[in-house]
């Protein structure tokens, strides 16, 4: 059973960090595209940060570019999200999501397996 679960959100100061976690069952999460989105109330689900598959290359939103970094621990199997300077803007709730089959690091394929979210709050 394909399943993600997402933990490392909270509660955060303006300029604070967090590092959000995606462990992954069920299959292999390193072979195929991977990514962080978010959505906050009242607007559209945006992608984020995405990763290859196959060689790691990366895509970032242009609002988090500089602050966030996209990484994974084939190990592991966990895909993970370091934001720092983080923003009230960055309030939202966050999910980690895949697509098997595909290996590219587009934020914009049709992801169709995804985590249960994390809430992720900027606030002083």
């Known amino acids: 059973q394909v399943q993600l679960v997402e933990s490392g959100g909270g509660l955060v100061q303006p300029g604070g960090s967090l590092r959000l976690s995606c462990a992954a069952s069920g299959f292999t999460l390193d072979y195929y595209a991977k990514g962080w989105f978010r959505q906050a109330p009242g607007k559209e689900r945006e992608g984020v940060s995405c990763?290859?598959?196959?060689?790691?290359?990366?895509y970032y939103a242009d609002s988090v570019k500089g602050r966030f970094t996209i990484s994974r621990d084939a190990a592991k199997n966990t895909v993970y999200l370091q934001m720092n300077g983080l923003k009230p803007e960055d309030t939202a709730v966050y999910y980690c999501?895949?697509?098997?089959?595909?290996?590219?690091?587009?934020?914009?394929?049709?992801?169709?397996?995804w985590g249960q979210g994390t809430q992720v709050t900027v606030s002083s």
């Open positions: 990763i290859s598959g196959s060689d790691g290359s990366t």
């Open positions: 999501a895949t697509v098997l089959g595909t290996w590219g690091s587009s934020c914009s394929y049709e992801y169709d397996y």
